[in-house]
């Protein structure tokens, strides 16, 4: 479990991190079946969950929360120390992210102070909404077991998707491909995305070919050590091309 420091002290994160003993070091492509941010919970629909669980997945509202400040451009650290304090709305979030260029410390001060700022709002004036996942959101996570053995989404990124053209195509069934995207590259800062064969289905690809493929829009790793979300394994790689 990650922690943050507060002066001298450490506080315990509600989120967990891809090292933690009790995580799982597979990773599944799933869809957000259901999400109450008044109740803080919702739960993943995936195929190979449903396989090895025989249900569905709960995921917590800090996990929730965590990949849709991700998403809005918020670094690891930064979002995992505004899901502590509680400070995860909108105007923080955003804040966070222009204050980033300059630093981890300077986005979360930048958060922290724009927090403290909408809780002298004067009474009455509604705040902008907080970012959040959505029902139908394409997702990308690990699990852990809760205590009764039931499986929990950590390490949730949403997925956005993409377009782009088909560079070359894998070779065998173990080679990779690779698009060109220039959106691509403003999601993780490479133009260039390698794919499996086994990201296209049955569909069969050409170089030169136009397609549509997600990836995850966390802007830095998930691993709390600055490390790009896009290092390797699944994370690394485009999916669900046609």
Do not use: H
């Not at 105007?91 to 724009?114: H, L």
């Not at 782009?164 to 894998?170: C, H, I, M, Q």
């Not at 990201?199 to 069969?204: D, I, S």
């Amino acid at each position: 479990m990650a922690e943050a420091s507060s002066g001298s002290s450490k506080a315990p994160l509600l989120v967990a991190n891809p090292s933690d003993a009790d995580v799982s070091q597979e990773i599944y492509l799933g869809v957000v079946k259901s999400y109450n941010d008044r109740r803080g919970f919702g739960f993943l629909a995936c195929t190979e969950t449903a396989d090895k669980y025989g249900r569905d997945v709960y995921m917590p509202k800090a996990e929730a929360t965590m990949a849709a400040l991700q998403a809005a451009g918020v670094e690891w650290e930064v979002a995992a120390a505004m899901v502590a304090s509680g400070n995860t709305s909108s105007a923080a979030a955003q804040a966070a992210v222009s204050a980033a260029p300059r630093g981890a410390a300077a986005a979360k001060a930048a958060a922290a102070a724009t927090g403290t700022l909408e809780k002298e709002r004067a009474e009455g004036e509604k705040a902008p909404p907080a970012p959040r996942l959505a029902e139908e959101d394409l997702v990308i996570f690990r699990t852990r077991l809760s205590i009764e053995g039931y499986p929990q989404a950590v390490c949730v990124q949403r997925l956005r998707k993409l377009l782009g053209k088909v560079l070359r195509t894998p070779e065998a069934t173990e080679a990779v491909g690779s698009i060109a995207s220039d959106q691509a590259a403003e999601v993780c800062g490479k133009k260039e995305v390698p794919f499996a064969q086994s990201a296209c289905g049955q569909v069969r690809l050409a170089a030169g070919d136009e397609v549509s493929f997600c990836l995850p829009e966390a802007a830095k790793g998930i691993d709390g050590a600055g490390q790009s979300a896009l290092a390797s394994s699944r994370e690394a790689q485009a999916m669900m091309i046609s």
